[in-house]
């Protein structure tokens, strides 16, 4: 299964690919990380229905996770890609924020890279 990861923190990326280091080797995910909404975006117009998940980050600088989340479930992709939500907080405003834009779950960090991995079991 091909995951974006779009977080502008770039340690993101070998924290990932450390916690998932087995699953890679196995083939079982590859993941493709953008620093940026817009990155994503671009990375998503010239990969079309490549990313069967996308990881995102709510605070980005320019484009925010919500609004990259409005951009694929509403204005682009079908069927859109799933669209997990993951942000420093976990208040309710930005929860009901991202349900009401399409996310298909919402994760708060420090990321449970367990819960992560049993949610990802079920998709696909």
């Given at each position: 299964?091909?995951i974006l990861?779009?977080?502008d923190?770039q340690?993101?990326?070998?924290?990932f690919?450390?916690?998932?280091?087995?699953e890679?080797?196995?083939?079982?995910f590859?993941f493709?990380?953008?620093?940026?909404?817009?990155?994503?975006?671009?990375?998503l117009?010239?990969?079309?229905?490549?990313?069967v998940?996308i990881l995102?980050?709510i605070?980005?600088?320019?484009?925010?996770?919500?609004?990259?989340?409005?951009?694929i479930?509403?204005?682009?992709?079908?069927?859109?890609?799933?669209?997990m939500?993951?942000?420093?907080?976990?208040?309710?405003?930005?929860?009901?924020?991202?349900k009401k834009?399409?996310a298909?779950?919402f994760?708060?960090k420090?990321v449970?890279f367990?819960?992560?991995?049993?949610?990802?079991?079920?998709?696909?």
């Open positions: 299964m091909k990861v779009v977080d923190e340690d993101v990326q070998a924290l690919e450390q916690r998932f280091r087995r890679i080797k196995n083939g079982e590859n493709v990380f953008a620093f940026s909404g817009e990155e994503a975006l671009s990375y117009n010239s990969h079309q229905h490549e990313a998940l995102s980050d605070n980005m600088p320019g484009m925010s996770g919500l609004q990259l989340l409005e951009e479930k509403h204005k682009h992709y079908k069927p859109p890609p799933v669209v939500i993951i942000t420093a907080y976990g208040d309710a405003e930005n929860f009901n924020t991202a834009l399409g298909d779950d994760l708060t420090p449970d367990i819960v992560l991995k049993e949610k990802l079991k079920t998709i696909n």
